[in-house]
């Protein structure tokens, strides 16, 4: 393919905005092979995300989000993981697809910003040669062609003084300036679907709002799917079409983001809404944690395995577990035998 006609593509697919499901997850199971049985990190997930839109992924640590991701990326490489159920990415089924045609989707279609940048920033290359290279590959361009879209990039991802910028190692940047750059790479290829995980837990507080604001941003302009995967649903609260609460590699609760947050069902949701920080709280108040420890993923309880630790647990909670169930609301499903009412109108 020529250069012109591999950018004048590109083009034409960030500019073209289609509807339709893009991601189709069906019964996802990823288990480890221990000594002491196998760990159900992702115990039955179902999802999907259309053309465009944005998910997000909430549940405390241990919960499965990471496996979730990597497991629908094929980006888990432990000898002792197994995966059943479906993966469908654009009509194709990525559980056997070969590691070439991941390779293939990861340089293209999809695209992952991590936690911490230093783990996917080479720390003895240049900025400029990470992007430059990485531009490249994916667009067929020369190399004056690529430092041009390197220095659009890094312009798209809010990097000041671009051109100097190119210049420089990794650990010449502060940690938000590097979480740029790691989204400027992840973008250089017009992904159609970006994994987020945790982008920015590893920064300060001042810095995470400016960086899942350029997520956003970057996500609305591309019109470019988004999974993002946060402990904190304060992070996803504003920024997400969906969310999907995680609790012991199971999706508890499923709903449009204004209902999760007005007619919250479950339990556990309601406990992590209770802990996001409140603006009008004084700065140094406690958050409200939740009590107790997530369940044993090798035997975790028979009924619901938010039991042990919920305030409203019947005897019918810890001998069944609760399906998910269908709220009054349009896509909204939670896992609970005694949801939380909705509330009263005033
Ligand atoms: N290779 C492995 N072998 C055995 N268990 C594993 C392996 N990798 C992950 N796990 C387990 O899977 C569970 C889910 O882990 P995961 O990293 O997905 O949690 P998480 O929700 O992303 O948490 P965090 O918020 O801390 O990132 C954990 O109990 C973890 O110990
Ligand atoms: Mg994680």
Not at 93 to 111: F, K, Q
Not at 216 to 235: E, P, Y
Request: a positive charge; one cysteine or more; charged letters at 25%.
């Amino acid at each position: 393919m020529s250069a012109r006609r591999a950018r004048t593509r590109r083009i034409v697919s960030l500019r073209e905005p289609y509807e339709g499901r893009l991601l189709e997850v069906d019964d996802l199971r990823t288990h480890f092979r221990t000594a002491r049985g196998p760990v159900r990190a992702v115990d039955g997930v179902t999802l999907s995300v259309d053309r465009g839109r944005t998910l997000g992924i909430v549940g405390e640590s241990g919960s499965g989000k990471t496996v979730l991701a990597r497991s629908i990326m094929g980006l888990l490489t432990a000898r002792n993981v197994e995966r059943s159920g479906s993966v469908r990415y654009d009509g194709q089924e990525l559980l056997d697809a070969s590691p070439a045609d991941l390779r293939r989707l990861w340089g293209t279609e999809l695209a992952m910003v991590f936690q911490d940048p230093m783990t996917s920033l080479n720390p003895v290359m240049r900025i400029g040669r990470q992007l430059t290279e990485g531009v490249r590959h994916h667009l067929h361009v020369t190399k004056a062609e690529a430092r041009q879209q390197a220095l659009v990039l890094l312009n798209d991802v809010g990097i000041p003084d671009a051109a100097s910028r190119l210049q420089q190692y990794p650990h010449e940047l502060s940690g938000g300036m590097r979480q740029r750059v790691t989204i400027a790479i992840a973008l250089a290829s017009g992904p159609k679907l970006l994994f987020a995980d945790e982008p920015t837990t590893a920064l300060d507080v001042t810095v995470q709002a400016q960086i899942l604001d350029l997520l956003q941003q970057q996500q609305r302009n591309r019109f470019m799917a988004m999974i993002l995967v946060t402990h904190d649903l304060g992070v996803v609260a504003g920024r997400t079409d969906e969310i999907i609460v995680m609790y012991a590699g199971q999706v508890v609760e499923r709903a449009p983001t204004g209902t999760l947050f007005t007619k919250v069902k479950m339990p556990y949701t309601e406990a992590l809404l209770s802990s996001i920080p409140s603006l009008t709280a004084p700065s140094h108040s406690r958050l409200r944690v939740i009590g107790g420890r997530p369940p044993d993923l090798v035997d975790p309880p028979q009924g619901c395995r938010f039991a042990p630790r919920c305030p409203y647990a019947q005897p019918k909670c810890t001998d069944d577990a609760p399906p998910l169930i269908e709220a009054s609301t349009p896509g909204h499903v939670y896992r609970c035998w005694f949801p939380v009412p909705d509330p009263v109108p005033r």
